[in-house]
Nanobody, 122 residues
Framework: QVQLVESGGGLVQAGGSLRLSCTAS????????MGWYRQAPGKQRDLVAT???????KYANSVKGRFTISKDSAKNTVYLQMNSLKPEDTAVYYC????????????????WGQGTQVTVSS
């Protein structure tokens, strides 16, 4: 099994910045990709950004140029640097990872973190 622990959420004024972190822990796994999704009240959970083990990134159009996803493979950690935050970025941000469970011979299993609240005030 893989556990994802997020940190870094909080309250910030519009135009400010926050950095989210998510670390994957467990045994016998290889990370395929990690990413961030967000869910605002009454809305569906949407992709924010993802990064593959090879470093390929993907962003939602709404965050391009403002958010940057990066990773530290040695620490199984993914980061989301969020700049120029807007009130519409307010949501619970969830970390997601796809992993191969090498020790169990299971491929491409998805995991979610518990979520961290990001609130941007106007």
């Amino acid at each position: 099994q893989v556990q994802l622990v997020e940190s870094g959420g909080g309250l910030v004024q519009a135009g400010g910045s926050l950095r989210l972190s998510c670390t994957a822990s467990g045994t016998g796994f290889n990370i395929i990709d990690m990413g961030w999704y967000r869910q605002a009240p009454g809305k569906q959970r949407d992709l924010v950004a993802t990064i593959t083990s090879g470093g390929r990134t993907k962003y939602a159009n709404s965050v391009k140029g403002r958010f940057t996803i990066s990773k530290d493979s040695a620490k199984n950690t993914v980061y989301l640097q969020m700049n120029s935050l807007k009130p519409e970025d307010t949501a619970v941000y969830y970390c997601h990872a796809n992993a191969d469970l090498v020790s169990r011979g299971v491929r491409y299993v998805g995991y979610w973190g518990q979520g961290t609240q990001v609130t941007v005030s106007s």
